[in-house]
């Protein structure tokens, strides 16, 4: 049965409350109901979001003992810094798709770098939160052809 971790970092707790001209009106908990609501019945999905890294470190440390099908992860702005998340999710080596609300591209130059995405199996940036939906079907897609 497919397990998957939706993983969000630093303020994407915001989302729907501060800046909808770039990151929408819907809340994460809108999104974690809708993403819950549209999964395949046997799909299980759990949400975790922080803004503290060695928080988010240890949440992903914690997937060597209880291993997931998949991750989705929005790291947000970690996706230009975090070596030491780096580090943790390359030592997981999970079933990875990154995730950016906003076409990270068509941003500032510092936005077109990302720590993850060699890590990960998908890439999607632009497509609102659509993206986890996608993200979701990506991972469901890899784990029945492997
Ligand atoms: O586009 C994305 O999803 C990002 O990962 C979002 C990050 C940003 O640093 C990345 O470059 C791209 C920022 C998340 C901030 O989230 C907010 C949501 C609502 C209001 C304010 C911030």
Request: negative net charge.
């Amino acid at each position: 049965m497919p397990e998957i971790l939706v993983l969000n970092g630093p303020n994407l707790n915001l989302l729907g409350h501060r800046e909808p001209e770039i990151y929408g009106h819907t809340t994460l908990d809108d999104l974690a109901n809708d993403l819950t609501n549209k999964a395949p019945s046997d799909t299980t999905l759990t949400f975790f979001q922080s803004n503290h890294e060695g928080e988010m470190i240890e949440r992903i440390q914690a997937l060597l003992h209880q291993p997931v099908t998949g991750i989705i992860f929005n790291p947000g702005a970690w996706t230009h810094t975090s070596v030491a998340i780096r580090d943790a999710v390359s030592s997981v080596k999970p079933v990875l798709v990154e995730v950016h609300i906003s076409n990270v591209h068509q941003r500032e130059p510092f936005r077109q770098t990302s720590y993850f995405s060699d890590l990960a199996i998908a890439v999607i940036a632009g497509c609102g939160l659509n993206g986890y939906h996608f993200a979701l079907q990506t991972i469901l897609n890899h784990s029945k052809d492997h």
